[in-house]
Each structure stands twice: as structure tokens, then as C-alpha cells.
């Protein structure tokens, strides 16, 4: 079955807010077997809003159509969709009441045109609103089903789970299951070479690569009859891919982020942590902060963004910074050595570089970066040339200090194993 997205909002339209509610539709309409094959974001007016469902409507079996169903005039969302389907909107006693009890318990009373809320379209299915004051409403009409859904993303999102994910199951018969295989130390030419066979000959399940800052995602798709007979078609292709891939596959995992998979490894490990960043500013310390957990094993981050800075604080040789400068192999390597020594840490990271966008020299042009990883003393030290804007030098930077941490951990500990 065919399902069509239709965002109703001129704040949409100008930027002001984020449409995070049509990826969120997106990936639930996936997972219950709906294939999407349009989106659209249209504003506030009635004319436009016809034509987008009145088309919508011919090529599609179920149409979401989300915000636009506050009390005020320009919410024209159920009046609009009431027209197009044939409906006259009519007063539902049990929304006027919930309306009023919503207010009741916030110690204030609804204004007149809050009952414009409880004005709904006959026949309709209505979905209760546990969050706000404005009931979904599902419509069946002869050209489809016309499910409308409040724009507040924290009542749109309980609402479609609790109420139109039953619905929508019981009328689609396949369900589409993904499992994303996330892979870091590899450019995305290079991992799209290594699955072109397999995207060449793929059927059911499809395989699509996704580039990351630092990384490249593989989705792995199926569908199917149930959830496990789609994941018994996807098993074997992650299988696969994590073969090719080796190492450089760190999960399989939705949830699990790059950092915190480097965070699960030093913990897994019983080590200790420490940063040392200048161009990054702390953003390396700030991404693995986010793991829950890290406080068991993170002892510190210091930036040391001045060549004072790095001398006090880390102990880099006055005669290391006049000799190689700051942004060096040579610095960088003084860097992690002085984290590691000062902190007492197991694995030591620094980041040196060139953020620009002026700064740079033929010598060393803007976007140079040196990452050096210390793992109980087995120092390494890598050379990065990093294109784009700032933000971006700096984002490319903390995803390769991520990708050299891991990479220098798992080479430790196969030398260890190795040895004994």
C-alpha cells in the first residue's frame, strides 16, 4: 500500500522550525510494509492545501497530513480535509469534554475558540489526544484514508503509536525491517566498491551506503510477511558485509554512535581516558561525554589552545614548538604523552590542526590536522588533510581521533593476545 506525507505549516515553509515529524512518519510507515513515494510541505492556506490532497488522494492509499489543527484561524487543516473528502464537521461531545478537563487540570478555562477543536468530521474514527487538546481523526472515503495528526511532535508521536499503528496494521499485510551495518575507517568509494556485487544483484533484501562524517552506513532492507521472516532475508547480507568489512564494522546497532562504541571498548577493557584538544576546542571530550556511563572511565580533558597552554599543561618542549610548531607530528605526539603522564590515563588522545579559514600556509594549508593515540604508551600518530568550512575541519577531526582510538585500542590488545 501506498502512504503519502503532507506537513501542513507556513513555519515549516520559512525555516522557523524543523520538520523532524515527516522522518518520523517516514521510518514508522517503513517498518509496518507502506511504501512512500511523496512528501510534501505546504502552508497555511485552504486553495493550496485542496490541491496537494486532492492529488495526494489520486495517487495514494492513505494520506498523514500533520499540523494545522490548533484553535486559531489559520489552523485550516480538518476544515480543508473535511471539504475535499465530502464531510461536515459536527460538534463530538467526548473532545469538548476532554478539552475542557485538559484545561480544568492546568487550573484554567478553554476560550471560545478552543471548542473549534471538538468540531469534527461525521463518520470519522477520532484518536484521542493524551497530550494536548486537538483529537486526531481518521476519515475513510472511497479514494483512500485521510489520517490527520496534530504538528506538536510530543503529541504527534504518542498518537500515531498508540492509535494509528494499531489501524495501519490491521489493513497492510508486510512489514520492511532494516538493520543498518556501521562501519568507520573506510571512505564511502571505497566501501561502495567493496558491496557493488551485492548492490548489483540485490532483490529483497536492497543495500544502500550512507556517508557519515567519518563513517559509512550500510542499510540492509527487507520485506516480508512478519518482522522475523524479514529478518531471516537480511541475516545473512549483514553476515556478509561484516566479513568484507572486518574490524572496520564497530556495530550493527541503531543506538550505538561511534563514540559510544569507543566508550564501550575502553570499558570493556578497564581503562582510563584522557583529551588533550586545541583546533577541536573540546568537541571530542563533549561527544564522548554523551555516553552514559563514560564517567566510569573519562578522567579529564584539558584544551590547550595557546603554546602556553600546551607547555603548562601538558609539558610540550618550548624547543618541540619553535623547532615543528604546533600544528606537528612531533607536538601532537608531546601532547598525548603529557595527557597520559599527567592524568594518569591508560589512552591518551590529542588533536592539533589548522581550523581556518585563514591561518594557513603553503607549508601547512588550512584543514591540516595530526591525531596522536596513546594506549598504555604504544603512542601512534596520524597526518589528516581535512577539506570544508570550520565546523567542518573540526567535525572531521573528532570522527577520525574516534576511528584512531578504536583502531589503536584493538591493535594493543591483538598484540597482547598476540604475545601470549
Not at 533484501?205 to 557519515?212: L, M, R
Not at 603554546?307 to 618550548?318: E, T, Y
Not at 590515563?345 to 594549508?365: F, H, L, N, Q
Request: glycine share 8%.
Amino acid at each position: 500500500m501506498k502512504v503519502e506525507l503532507i506537513c501542513v505549516g507556513t513555519e515549516l515553509l520559512l525555516g522557523s522550525i524543523v520538520n523532524t515529524n515527516a522522518a518520523y512518519l517516514s521510518e514508522k510507515c517503513a517498518g509496518l510494509g507502506l511504501s512512500c513515494y511523496f512528501q510534501t510541505v505546504v502552508g497555511d492556506n485552504e486553495e493550496r492545501l485542496t490541491q496537494v490532497l486532492e492529488m495526494a488522494m489520486e495517487r495514494s492509499d492513505i494520506i498523514l497530513l500533520s499540523g494545522g489543527l490548533g484553535p486559531t484561524e489559520d489552523d485550516l487543516t480538518k476544515e480543508t480535509a473535511a471539504k475535499v473528502c465530502g464531510k461536515k464537521l459536527v460538534l463530538h461531545e467526548p473532545s469538548k469534554e476532554a478539552i475542557r478537563k485538559f484545561f480544568a487540570a492546568k487550573g484554567a478555562s478553554p476560550t471560545d475558540n478552543n471548542w473549534k477543536q471538538a468540531m469534527l468530521p461525521e463518520g470519522c474514527i477520532v484518536l484521542e489526544n493524551h497530550n494536548g487538546t486537538a483529537p486526531g481523526v481518521i476519515m475513510e472515503t472511497d479514494h483512500g484514508r485521510v489520517i490527520l495528526l496534530p504538528g506538536p511532535p510530543n503529541e504527534l508521536r504518542p498518537m500515531f503509536q498508540e492509535s494509528v499503528v494499531p489501524y495501519l496494521s490491521e489493513i497492510t499485510s508486510q512489514v520492511i525491517c532494516s538493520k543498518t551495518v556501521k562501519i568507520c575507517g573506510v571512505g564511502e568509494s571505497q566501501a561502495e566498491t567493496m558491496v557493488k556485487d551485492l548492490i548489483d544483484s540485490q532483490g529483497n533484501p536492497t543495500i544502500a551506503t550512507y556517508a557519515k562524517t567519518g563513517e559509512v552506513h550500510i542499510r540492509v532492507t527487507a520485506n516480508a510477511g512478519d518482522k522475523k521472516a524479514a529478518m531471516k532475508l537480511i541475516k545473512p547480507v549483514v553476515k556478509e558485509l561484516k566479513n568484507r568489512f572486518g574490524n572496520h564494522v564497530y556495530s550493527t546497532e541503531e543506538e550505538t554512535t561511534l563514540e559510544k562504541a569507543v566508550a564501550d571498548l575502553v570499558i570493556a577493557n578497564g581503562l582510563t581516558l584522557t583529551c588533550a584538544e586545541s583546533c577541536t576546542g573540546g568537541l571530542l571530550s563533549a561527544r564522548l561525554i554523551n555516553v552514559p556511563g563514560i564517567s566510569e572511565v573519562y578522567k579529564s580533558g584539558v584544551i590547550t589552545y595557546s603554546n602556553k597552554a600546551k607547555r603548562r599543561m601538558l609539558g610540550v618542549k618550548k624547543c618541540t614548538l619553535l623547532k615543528h610548531g604546533a600544528v606537528s607530528e612531533k607536538t601532537a605526539e608531546e601532547m598525548a604523552k603529557g595527557a597520559a603522564s599527567m592524568h594518569k590515563a591508560d589512552v591518551a588522545t590529542a588533536i592539533t590542526g589548522i581550523a581556518g579559514p585563514d591561518g594557513g600556509t603553503p607549508e601547512k594549508p588550512v584543514g591540516l590536522v595530526y591525531i596522536a593515540c596513546s594506549v598504555k604508551g604504544q603512542m601512534t600518530v596520524k597526518k589528516y588533510l581535512f577539506s570544508g568550512s570550520r565546523e567542518k575541519v573540526r567535525e572531521s577531526a573528532v570522527s577520525a581521533a574516534l576511528v584512531l582510538m578504536r583502531d589503536c585500542i584493538l591493535e594493543y590488545y591483538s598484540k597482547v593476545t598476540f604475545g601470549k
